[in-house]
């Protein structure tokens, strides 16, 4: 029997949770750590639809096991002081599975993380400043399902400031520009396709500030995890195929190799 209920979105939100551990400011912004307040921000605004947990570095391979993968549709990336701290196998393990169809959500310093450089081939470098800048994010393409139900723009009050250029391949998709007091314009939001995987690249989160509270940037996030959701997993494989018609005789067939491709 089949039903009509939407499929359940499984999300791990992941936190680099070291920030919230050292910076007194950052633990009275976030006392259970930035991805708690992610997490949970996410469950409210899944409405039923998304099963949320969260992992972090500190945890046995970073909270991210084969089992918390495979059970994984949809992962969200904080990290900041400790990428180096980040193990090249987990970050092998989490590619493969954004190629396999897995969708990756990579917020504000995330952008230097090893696993977003690795899927995006390049330096992901950009502009910055700790100041004291307002950051308004312009919504470029409001029929994007990632814009769904913004207003034409997000105001932050204070933000740290991020500048082009941003080192990064032409994105897919560009859903937000933003603007700061200072001059400087950002590609905020943007999309690519790796492999099978969607990821979205969303820039405000610094962890001096309260931007994961506000609920315009916790409904980017939630749009984000409803687009990048494929319910897909596709592994990687180079098979020899049989034709399926009948092919003319074939003259260097007693020279070629038969082994198949490595
Ligand atoms: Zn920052």
Redesign the pocket.
């Known amino acids: 029997m089949s039903s009509s209920a939407k499929p359940l979105i499984r999300v791990t939100v992941w936190g680099e949770y070291r920030h919230e551990k050292k910076n007194p400011k950052v633990a009275k912004l976030y006392p259970q750590g930035m991805h708690q307040t992610i997490a949970d921000a996410l469950a409210k605004l899944g409405g039923g639809d998304f099963a949320v947990r969260t992992a972090t570095l500190d945890e046995p391979e970073h909270g991210l096991s084969d089992a918390v993968l495979d059970s994984t549709d949809v992962l969200t990336w904080w990290g ?1 002081m400790a990428h180096g701290d980040v193990s090249d196998a987990v970050v092998a393990k989490v590619r493969r599975r954004v190629l396999e169809g897995m969708g990756l959500i990579v917020l ?2 995330g952008h230097y993380s090893k696993i977003f450089k690795a899927l995006m081939g390049d330096t992901c470098s950009l502009t910055w400043r700790e100041a004291t800048d307002k950051e308004r994010l312009w919504v470029t393409c409001p029929s994007h399902p990632i814009a769904r139900g913004l207003p034409p723009y997000i105001e932050l009050p204070a933000e ?1 400031m991020y500048g082009e250029p941003f080192g990064i391949p032409t994105p897919d998709e560009l859903i937000f520009i933003s603007w700061f007091t200072g001059g400087e314009v950002f590609r905020s939001g943007a999309t690519w396709r790796r492999g099978n995987g969607n990821i979205f690249y969303f820039r405000p989160g ?2 001096t500030y309260p931007t994961y509270h506000n609920p315009l940037v916790q409904q980017v996030i939630a749009n984000g995890v409803r687009w990048a959701h494929s319910g897909l997993r596709i592994k990687d494989q180079a098979p020899n195929m049989k034709p399926l018609e009948p092919l003319p005789p074939d003259p260097e067939a007693a020279e070629r190799p038969t082994e198949g491709h490595k």
């Open positions: 900041h504000h310093s740290e610094h962890e």
